[in-house]
C-alpha cells in the first residue's frame, strides 16, 4: 500500500459547526504533515507531526487543532472556523522528518466554511 | 528566511516540444530541491528531486540542472505529451533538516496535442 487517503473528499460546513479530517497511511512512515492549499497557490507548510509528537506548528490559529492518535493515522479538527479558511487541505507523509524525505501526498479534502 | 522564485507561471507548448520551468532560492544553504507535480483533483506527486552535491540529474523524459552559485535550478521536459499538462511546483529545503519544504509559485503546463 503505497499511497496516502483522506476522508471526506469534500466538506462544507458553517462557521459554528465542528468537524473534523482524516488522514490514514500504512506505509510505516513516522512524519506526517498537513498544509492547506489555495486555489492556484502552492502547499502551505501547516503542522507536522513525528513519531506522533508535534513537531511544527506554523502559528496556526488555535480554531485548527491536529491529533496524531498512532502512527498511521492524523487527524484535523475544526472549530469555529472563518470563510477565509475554505481551501484544499493536504495531508502528506514521509518515512522519516527531515531533509532527503520524499513526502507523499494525499488527494485532499476541499473543505467550503459558509 | 528561504523564498523561491518560480517562472513562467503560465507555458503552453506543442506535443513533442520541450519544456523548461526555472526556480530561484534565496538561501546557500539549502540543500536539497525536489519538483512536484499535480494534476486537476490530486495532490501533488514527486516527479524528480536534486540534492546539493549533485549538478544535475535525469529520469527518463524528465531532467533537473541545479547551479548552486546562481542559486537557481531547473527542471526539463523533452518530447512533452498530454498527459504531461499539470501545474508543477518546484521546492527547497532548507538547512535545517526539519523536512520543511518551501514552494514556488507554481507553472501551469499545457501540452496542446
Known amino acids: 500500500d503505497t499511497e496516502v487517503t483522506q476522508t471526506p473528499k469534500h466538506l462544507v460546513m458553517g462557521m459554528t459547526n465542528k468537524k473534523s479530517l482524516k488522514c490514514e497511511q500504512h506505509?510505516?512512515?513516522?512524519?506526517m504533515y498537513w498544509y492547506k492549499q489555495k486555489a492556484k497557490k502552492p502547499p502551505e507548510l501547516m503542522f507536522v507531526y513525528s513519531y506522533e509528537k508535534l513537531s511544527i506548528n506554523e502559528s496556526v490559529p488555535s480554531r485548527f487543532s491536529p491529533e496524531c492518535p498512532n502512527s498511521s493515522l492524523l487527524n484535523l479538527h475544526l472549530h469555529a472556523l472563518q470563510p477565509e479558511d475554505s481551501a484544499l487541505y493536504l495531508c502528506a507523509s514521509s518515512l522519516r522528518q527531515g531533509v532527503y524525505n520524499e513526502q507523499f501526498f494525499g488527494p485532499g479534502t476541499r473543505l467550503t466554511v459558509l | 528566511g528561504e523564498n523561491v522564485e518560480q517562472h513562467p507561471s503560465t507555458l503552453s507548448v506543442q506535443e513533442g516540444d520541450s519544456a523548461v520551468i526555472k526556480c530561484t532560492y534565496s538561501d546557500s544553504a539549502s540543500n536539497y530541491f525536489p519538483w512536484y507535480k499535480q494534476e486537476l483533483g490530486k495532490g501533488p506527486q514527486l516527479i524528480i528531486d536534486i540534492r546539493s552535491n549533485v549538478g544535475e540529474k535525469k529520469d527518463q523524459r524528465i531532467a533537473v540542472t541545479l547551479n548552486k552559485t546562481a542559486k537557481h535550478f531547473s527542471l526539463h521536459i523533452t518530447e512533452t505529451q498530454p498527459e504531461d499538462s499539470a501545474v508543477y511546483f518546484c521546492a527547497a529545503s532548507p538547512s535545517s533538516n526539519t523536512g520543511k519544504l518551501i514552494f514556488g509559485q507554481g507553472t501551469t503546463l499545457q501540452v496542446k496535442p
Open positions: 506505509m510505516g512512515h513516522r512524519a
